[in-house]
């Protein structure tokens, strides 16, 4: 059974940090490239930030540069994601949800796209007050 998992949503005010986790099992999610994507109410669904089944390769939105860190665990049977955010703004207010794919695109492009994804988990709230 595929599950990816997210933890670690919550309120905080702005400018303070959060780090969410997700824990993906059921595939061999150590040969996928993972993702952070987010979606605000009213908003589409917006890419945040990727990395390579390696962990070699790294992209970002340019919103979250220099403020998110985004890492993994290539784990025996269960990859653990995680998204380190600093310095948040209520702008980053949104669910933010864990998605994988089994494309390796080292331009880096192809995880831009919602749609790239084939498996996603259910999201957890980011709140920022201002």
């Known amino acids: 059974q595929v599950q990816l998992v997210e933890s670690g949503g919550g309120l905080v005010q702005a400018g303070g940090s959060l780090k969410l986790s997700c824990a993906a099992s059921g595939r061999t999610f150590s040969s996928y490239a993972m993702a952070w994507l987010r979606q605000a109410p009213g908003k589409e669904r917006e890419f945040v930030a990727a990395?390579?089944?390696?962990?070699?390769?790294?992209?970002?939105a340019d919103s979250v540069k220099g403020r998110f860190t985004i890492s993994r665990d290539n784990a025996k049977n269960t990859v653990y994601l995680q998204l380190q955010m600093n310095s948040l703004k209520p702008e980053d207010t949104a669910v933010y949800f864990c998605?994988?794919?089994?494309?390796?695109?080292?331009?880096?492009?192809?995880?831009?796209?919602?749609?790239?994804?084939?498996?996603w988990g259910q999201g957890t709230q980011v709140t920022i007050s201002s």
């Open positions: 998605a994988a794919t089994i494309v390796d695109d080292r331009s880096g492009s192809y995880y831009y796209r919602a749609r790239s994804y084939n498996y």
């Open positions: 990395i390579s089944w390696s962990g070699d390769n790294i992209y970002y």
